[in-house]
């Protein structure tokens, strides 16, 4: 069921867990500073309050156990209850994070880092100034005299085909 719930979170970017939260996928875009891009950061957040999925995750969690959309909220109910209510210090999602249970308060603790992803840009300044003496003289097109070479060796050709 957990890589079930895990596949939902990365393809949606929201998993509710009824009375004891909700995951979201949080982006912050890229910003502006004075010497180049801010790298964008994606994180997970966890928001402690009561969250019911919607129709779509059910739909999504009997197609995937193949079973109805009844028994998939039931037992999606049922398997939240007993892995947030058997007294673990720590809740593993294994490719997404761990949830700590300290003194009766769900903690998240998120094991994706955008850092290793995206990293910040920096600018250099540029400078396109060209001294005179620095400007080589473009190669000379010598087009002309190479056609007129070969239109003397061509009408040389000819006068000799046409007298012999």
Not at 117 to 136: A, G, N, R, V, W
Request: hydrophobic share 45%; proline share 3%; with cysteine.
């Amino acid at each position: 069921m957990k890589t079930i719930l895990e596949q939902y979170f990365i393809e949606f970017g929201q998993l509710d867990l009824l009375s004891f939260g909700c995951l979201k996928w949080q982006k912050k875009e890229s910003t502006f500073i004075e010497s180049g891009l801010e790298a964008p950061k994606e994180f997970i957040l966890f928001e402690p309050i009561e969250a019911i999925p919607s129709k779509h995750f059910y739909i999504y969690l009997a197609d995937a156990l193949s079973i109805s959309i009844e028994q998939a909220s039931i037992q999606y109910e049922h398997f939240i209850q007993n892995l947030f209510q058997d007294n673990q210090d720590r809740i593993e999602l294994e490719s997404l994070g761990y949830f700590t249970l300290t003194n009766g308060i769900l903690n998240w603790n998120s094991s994706f880092s955008s850092h290793t992803f995206y990293s910040p840009i920096h600018f250099e300044k540029l400078t396109t100034e060209i001294t005179l003496d620095e400007m080589e003289e473009p190669a000379k097109d010598n087009w002309v005299l190479f056609a007129s070479i070969i239109a003397i060796l061509s009408l040389l050709a000819i006068l000799f085909k046409f007298y012999h």
